[in-house]
């Protein structure tokens, strides 16, 4: 019997691909209709994503292939979902998030920051969530939480080390003054080992030596404070991607699903208007995550963690001076890093200033036609994005300046500030196939009359309050998408909830915008997103520690998206009336 359940185990991906489609089948048997095929590509792509059983990618070409064969779309209309605005604002965005990396500069922002806000551990903290989640706003979480994690574990390193060295010192009479916590939970813990495949890491070994009481102590208080910052830097990194439309492809989603099921929606959603609604939400998470994840490992000695009126330490010196170092070998900024500074600044400002809603923007006169947009942020990102290989990372040199003969006569002309090797190399195309997939199945969704059908389904909860209807879509939202991927779940749920909105006359935006934010409020588990799966790796967590600080923080992000829903979202998107793009559009359920 054991060896049977082994067998399954290990062959399960094989058994969900074959039993599950053999399972759905009476469904488009039984009821022949467009409504019912696309439910069974529906359930079949829910299933394969949630499990993993296919690639996403992959999973993300299945409309690709049964729309047609079902006559639910032909094969060209179908494609054309898989490349629009949306992909190519994603495309565009990552070109500058890939030169960023090449060149550094988020390594040398993230120093700077943290040689700012010293290293008293509640400075720490907030400094390592505040750089997170700015760099997340820009580049992939997982990049941002790939090179923060390893910062963070050398500076407590730096900061345990010099603390024992002084313990020992003064035969432990002195403790230190600038952390105490108020529980001591976790197994005293007797070494601190380096991984050199991971950085510095802060994990467990069992020493043998004699183990006095404060050494016990200490190395208890730094196990604790090293899980604080692991949680920190993983936690502000999916909270800083919701703060820009190109942050988390779960904004893209929507961007792309408003644009596809409500044509005449006028750029409702743009970068302007995402980071107006978003970015006060995200620093009200921000700053609530901090002090929860500090309370949780630090106490309430806020006096004490913050070192007001104390100078600094050795202990603190020397760890400042591990963080200095960083950056010192970083040296001064090259033409490289300065130029794609410019781009990005550039880029940042045309996205804001393109049609920010509030007033006309650069496009509004220029290319603009009978209130069709020609100009797109995803224009606007290529446009920058193909910048970066017109510029040479290195000022060319005349050969009349070159002292060296050698020189002169093997000079080379500089490489640009990204190259097609480093594209090929590091851009994520299965991102690409995957928002192609999600507008493939909302225009599937629409085409069918499924979206429609089921719109009017929940017709009844016109009943219930428009802010009730917000919290219960948040809380399952933020329920599923810590068991599946953040992009399925926004996927398979906005174009119901869309129809959902029209069929009870709110606005679609009402249900769609807490549905796209939520399902990046991926806390509680170490597979639930990437970001967490880094700090995980690290051996310093454990999954009840990540269970216990993320429970408590999705209900945070619960209650910070619908404060940030009913306040000022609702003067921004004007959420409180029935929009006309949304009457034009509305699909007529079929009887």
């Keep these: 019997m054991n060896l049977f359940l082994k067998w399954i185990w290990v062959n399960k991906n094989y058994l969900i691909m074959f039993l599950t489609p053999l399972l759905l089948l009476p469904l488009p048997v039984v009821i022949p209709s467009k409504e019912a095929g696309c439910a069974f590509v529906i359930g079949l792509m829910a299933i394969f994503w949630c499990t993993e059983a296919l690639p996403l990618a992959i999973t993300a070409l299945i409309p690709a292939v049964l729309f047609p064969m079902m006559k639910i779309m032909d094969s060209d ?26 060149w550094n500069l988020h390594k040398r922002i993230a120093l700077r920051v943290l040689l700012i806000v010293g290293v008293k551990p509640a400075l720490l903290m907030m400094g390592f969530m505040g750089t997170t989640a700015f760099l997340s706003m820009w580049i992939s979480n997982t990049a941002t939480t790939a090179m923060m994690v390893p910062i963070a574990q050398a500076v407590l390193e730096q900061l345990s080390n010099s603390e024992a060295e002084a313990q020992a010192d003064c035969e432990g ?21 380096d991984n050199g495949s991971n950085g ?20 208890n208080k730094y196990t604790e404070l090293s899980k604080g910052m692991s949680l920190c830097v993983c936690y502000a990194a999916s909270i800083g991607g919701t703060a820009t439309l190109t942050g988390s492809t779960t904004n893209l989603i929507l961007k792309g699903q408003v644009d596809d099921l409500f044509k005449n929606n006028n750029d409702v959603v743009n970068f302007a208007t995402w980071f107006a609604f978003s970015f006060p939400n995200m620093i009200l998470m921000l700053f609530l995550a901090w002090f929860w994840l500090q309370w949780m490992y630090m106490g309430f000695n806020f006096k004490e963690t913050f070192g007001c009126g104390k100078e600094r330490t050795e202990r603190d010196r020397k760890a400042y001076n591990v963080i200095k170092e960083e950056h010192n070998k970083l040296g001064r900024m090259t033409f490289a890093e300065i130029g794609v500074l410019i781009i990005f600044i550039v880029l940042v400002l045309l996205w804001f200033t393109r049609d920010p809603g509030f007033m006309k923007g650069w496009a509004t006169d220029l290319f603009k036609v009978e209130n069709k947009q020609y100009v797109t942020d995803g224009t606007v990102a290529i446009f920058m994005g193909m910048v970066l290989f017109f510029v040479p990372s290195e000022l060319p040199r005349f050969v009349c300046c070159e002292r060296d003969q050698s020189q002169r006569e093997t000079f080379k002309a500089p490489k640009a500030l990204m190259t097609w090797d480093v594209v090929h190399e590091k851009m994520p195309w299965n991102i690409v196939l995957l928002l192609g997939g999600g507008f493939a199945l909302a225009k599937g969704s629409e085409e069918s009359g499924l979206s429609g059908w089921l719109g009017q389904k929940l017709t009844p909860l016109q009943e219930i309050p428009a802010p009730a209807t917000a919290l219960i879509i948040c809380l399952l939202v933020a329920l599923f998408t810590e068991c599946s991927s953040n992009v399925a779940t926004t996927t398979l749920f906005l174009p119901i909830l869309a129809s959902m909105a029209q069929a009870i006359n709110l606005n679609p935006l009402y249900v769609m915008l807490p549905c796209t934010l939520c399902a990046s409020m991926a806390f509680m588990l170490p597979v639930a997103t990437p970001p967490n799966a880094i700090a995980f790796s690290y051996k310093n967590l454990k999954v009840i520690d990540m269970v216990k600080a993320g429970s ?27 929009p006309e793009w949304a009457k034009i559009n509305s699909t007529s359920p079929n009887p």
């Design 173 to 193: 009479a002195h403790q230190n003054p600038g952390y105490e916590p108020e529980t001591m939970t976790e197994k005293p813990k007797l070494e601190l080992t």
């Design 552 to 578: 408590m923080l999705n209900i945070i992000g619960v209650l910070c998206i619908n404060l940030a829903l009913n306040t000022w979202g609702m003067a921004l998107f004007h959420l409180d009336t029935f």
């Design 200 to 219: 510095h890491i802060f994990q467990v070994e069992e020493g043998t030596g004699p183990v006095t009481n404060s050494s016990s102590a200490l190395r």
């Design 77 to 102: 209309a179908v494609c054309n979902q898989y490349l629009k605005d949306s992909n190519m604002l994603f495309v565009g965005g990552l070109l500058i998030a890939l030169a960023v990396e090449q």
